[in-house]
Antibody, heavy 128, light 107 residues
Framework: QVQLVESGGGVVQPGRSLRLSCAASGFSFSNYAMYWVRQAPGKGLEWVAIISYDGSNKYYADSVKGRFTISRDNSKNTLYLQMNSLRAEDTAVYYC?????????????????????WGQGTTVTVSS | DIQMTQSPSSVSASVGDRVTITCRASQGISSWLAWYQQKPGKAPNLLIY???SLQSGVPSRFSGSGSGTDFTLTISSLQPEDFATYYC?????????FGGGTKVEIK
């Protein structure tokens, strides 16, 4: 079945780095744009980043721009989020999610049809 | 950035009630809006895309409407499994933004 499984979360000190992974199965991963979305404890959803289906286009929330990098390895069906210079406010559950339609390029227009498949989330805690 | 404002932030309702949640965008987004349901400790689940299109597998008691800046999610007859938090999300431009959420609680 269609599935996304995140890993790599944990407890990390402020200023340190962490890399999250999202393993995809049950669909043609290389055909879909992918997202990272996070949720701080007791708070709402916050979009973090998107990468186009072929990795050519990437966009970030202002809150993580310059610190986080989204990437993908289509040969391994895996999405990544490299998180550097972590702050206490980055503490959250991090979800990966799939674009609802295939072949999202997002080099020109940004309109999309939502995120239709989500992982179970991985928890990142930034604390000294 | 486009700001999304949901109301109410919480609603108490009984099984069988009709529930309406509204979402307002700070600027026009045509029909580029999605709705999600999230239960405690679980990932969000896509209910509605393009403002009014029902995602596959979602019960028909859920419906969405609106365009421009004002949108509505309606649950026609609330079921026990519908008690959850609902989020709208503008899908018009990056950065994507979510509303603050509406918690539907048991009355």
């Amino acid at each position: 079945q269609v599935q996304l499984v995140e890993s790599g979360g944990g407890v990390v000190q402020p200023g340190r780095s962490l890399r999250l992974s999202c393993a995809a199965s049950g669909f043609s991963f290389s055909n879909y744009a992918m997202y990272w979305v996070r949720q701080a404890p007791g708070k709402g959803l916050e979009w973090v980043a998107i990468i186009s289906y072929d990795g050519s286009n990437k966009y970030y929330a202002d809150s993580v721009k310059g610190r986080f990098t989204i990437s993908r390895d289509n040969s391994k069906n895996t999405l990544y989020l490299q998180m550097n210079s972590l702050r206490a406010e980055d503490t959250a559950v991090y979800y990966c999610a799939r674009d609802r339609l295939p072949y999202g390029d997002y080099g020109g227009t940004h309109e999309n049809y939502g995120m239709d498949v989500w992982g179970q989330g991985t928890t990142v805690t930034v604390s000294s | 950035d486009i700001q999304m404002t949901q109301s109410p932030s919480s609603v108490s309702a009984s099984v069988g009630d009709r529930v309406t949640i509204t979402c307002r965008a700070s600027q026009g987004i045509s029909s580029w809006l999605a709705w999600y349901q999230q239960k405690p400790g679980k990932a969000p689940n896509l209910l509605i895309y393009a403002a009014s299109s029902l995602q596959s597998g979602v019960p028909s008691r859920f419906s969405g409407s609106g365009s421009g800046t004002d949108f509505t999610l309606t649950i026609s007859s609330l079921q026990p499994e519908d008690f959850a938090t609902y989020y709208c999300q503008q899908a018009n431009s990056f950065p994507l933004t979510f509303g603050g959420g509406t918690k539907v609680e048991i009355k």
